[in-house]
């Protein structure tokens, strides 16, 4: 059997920290058959900053407590995404760096409403690829909840 040293291992639920949008302990699951992540969005309004296109909306993390945060990020793209149950809807993509375990990276999420989902954000497998992720879905909570101190020397 083939091992792969320089992959990090996840569990299929791991905490994580999008410290570029201020939002610090966020629940996600990983979601192998998505290729991008998603995060529970809505007020979604698209603006622009300086000749450049951004866009603002209220990220919604918790399932018993629901917590709204108010953000703002640069617009990727929008992009045409077939959802779980079929449909397909053009959402706005933006790019911010997540912080799971003591790594940081930047990946590209999407944003939806998840209301009746039970997490309220997705790891894609974009993402994992990016981290260089491997996940094994017995598991769950593997890495360490992240915290925004010292997130300048996370890796």
Request: a positive charge; one cysteine or more; aromatic letters at 6%.
């Amino acid at each position: 059997m083939k091992t792969f040293d320089h992959l990090n291992v996840i569990g299929l639920r791991e905490w994580i920290n999008l410290p570029d949008l201020g939002m610090v302990g966020i629940r996600a699951k990983i979601d192998t058959g998505a290729s991008t992540s998603t995060l529970h969005a809505s007020d979604i309004q698209p603006f622009e900053r300086d000749g450049e296109q951004w866009v603002r909306f209220t990220a919604h993390i918790g399932t018993l407590v629901q917590s709204r945060h108010r953000c703002e990020a640069p617009l990727v793209t929008v992009k045409r995404i077939k959802s779980s149950n079929g449909q397909t809807q053009n959402r706005y993509v933006i790019r911010t760096n997540l912080s799971l375990g003591d790594r940081l990276w930047p990946i590209e999420f999407t944003l939806a409403c998840r209301k009746t989902m039970r997490y309220r954000v997705l790891l894609g497998s974009k993402a994992l690829i990016a981290g260089q992720l491997v996940v094994n879905p017995a598991l769950t909570y593997v890495q360490d909840k992240p915290s925004l101190i010292d997130l300048s020397g996370a890796q």
